[in-house]
Each structure stands twice: as C-alpha cells, then as structure tokens.
C-alpha cells in the first residue's frame, strides 16, 4: 500500500453488488489518482442452478477478478458464503484486517436497509470493522497493525431503491457516471454466469438491463445527472476527527449533495 495515495474499499456481499452500486463510483476515483480496492464477502457459491457450490464459488471468483480488472481494482479474496454473512467474530476480525491492508479514506457499502439480510449484515460490518481501523487492543485475523486516520463511510442504494418494507430510499449525495458508464456495465458483464441465476431467481430479466435501469432510475432522482450512483454518508463520530466528505471534495462537479436530504437531517443541539 502506498501511504501518500489516497484509497477506497467497497464492501458488498456477493460477486457483482459493486457493479450495481459502486463501480462508477470507484472509476471516476481512479481517474483522480485514487487507489481501489474491491471486497466481495461472499464467495457466491448459491449463485447456481446448474452448478455445485464448490465450483459455483471458483467461477465467481474468476469473474471477480475480472470484474476487478476491468475496474483497475485491487481485488480482496472472499471471507465467507452466501446467507452465511453472519455479523460475528470471526468475520468481523478477517474484514478489519482487510480495511487495515487497504488503509483507506473511504469505505463505500450497503444501505444498511435492503431487500436481503447478507446486504444489511455487511453493511453493519463494514461499519464496525472501520471503527476498529485504528484499534491497537482490536485482533485482526491475520494480524493487522492499526492505522490512525480518517475515514468515511458511504452506504449505497439498495436494490429497487426501497428497503424491505418498500420504502423509498433517497440518496444524500450524487455521483454523475455517464462517462464512466459502459465500462462499469463491461465490469458487470464479466460476471457472466449471473445471468442465468438471476433470470431463474429473481426474474431480472435481463441482468445488463437492470444494472443500466437502476443508474438511469437515480440519475433521474438527480435531477441533473443521466447516469448516478446514490450515496448516504455515515455520521463522522468515531471515524473522523471533524465531518468529513472526501467524495464531494475528490469528484468536485461530479458530485452533487441533494440539499433536501441535508435539511431533512436532525442534528444534536
């Protein structure tokens, strides 16, 4: 890790979420001179109709890799199972070894209300193992030494852009991807045996279609941007010495903070 530059870690559940939810986001930040870093918890061994769960993972992992690639990540192999993203020990330990190897000034993960529960268990992970960052007394599994900096926490936008009680979800911040669009869809593609499980599942349809229908879906909410990612920043307490924004200040115009969002904020008096 080269301490002078600056670094991002997305933290998603399953080969492909960065895709849907990140993928902009992380290019236009290697563009600035960012480094990316790219965590799948799971290894997506359920993500299969035709496979067992053995080589299902193997094929995940490949396409991962590739994903990565293609996004000029630098990829973090998986800690666990799919449905098995458990906020316990083990997995707590292992993830805060990876956010200390990545050192990073941003985490970017999922809105910690989602349609599944190995999306909102990662998120509460991602957000407790970057609280642990700079924890001497904290064990990593394998051993970390701590490191003393500031970091945000970004959440995504869930899948359908509503929580599993169907509630809308409104970003607090907008990242404008149209540039950065069709290779964060080539990023997607390299997950190719998605499609089928997803078309069986989920009825998605068309997998491409759907990630491109949801960029477009926040772009819209915008108001200014045809492709976005959504974000809501986690409150800075315990993260940073002061409230920090790195994504605003790293993308400048390609950032855009929803000021209803901000008013809508009850803070302590």
Known sequence: MNASKKSVLAVVAH???????????????????????????????????????????RIRREEAIAAAGILGAIHHD?????????????TLRKLAA????????IVLTHSPDDYMEDHMNTSRLAVTASFTLGMPNFETIPPVTPVLKDLAIYHGMPHGLCDGLRRAVVPGGFVDTSEVHSTKIA???AHAS???WLDVSQGMNSYLVACNDMSLAVGRLSGRFE??????RHLHLGYASHEVDPLAEALGKKYFVNQSYEDSLVYPT
């Not at 998986?78 to 083990?90: A, H, K, P, V």
């Not at 492709?227 to 809501?232: D, L, M, T, V």
């Open 98 to 105: 990876v956010i200390r190897l990545a050192q990073p000034n």
């Open 15 to 57: 080969p492909d979420d960065i895709e849907f939810i990140a993928a902009g986001t992380m290019l236009l930040l290697k563009e600035s001179g960012w480094q990316t870093h790219y965590l799948c918890l799971s290894g997506g061994d359920c993500g299969s109709v035709s496979t067992n769960q053995s080589e299902t993972r």
């Open 187 to 189: 990023s997607l593609a």
């Open 78 to 90: 998986s800690l666990t199972d799919d449905i098995l993203i458990l906020y316990d020990e083990q």
């Open 194 to 196: 998605q499609k089928q």
């Open 227 to 232: 492709h976005a990612e959504g974000w809501r």
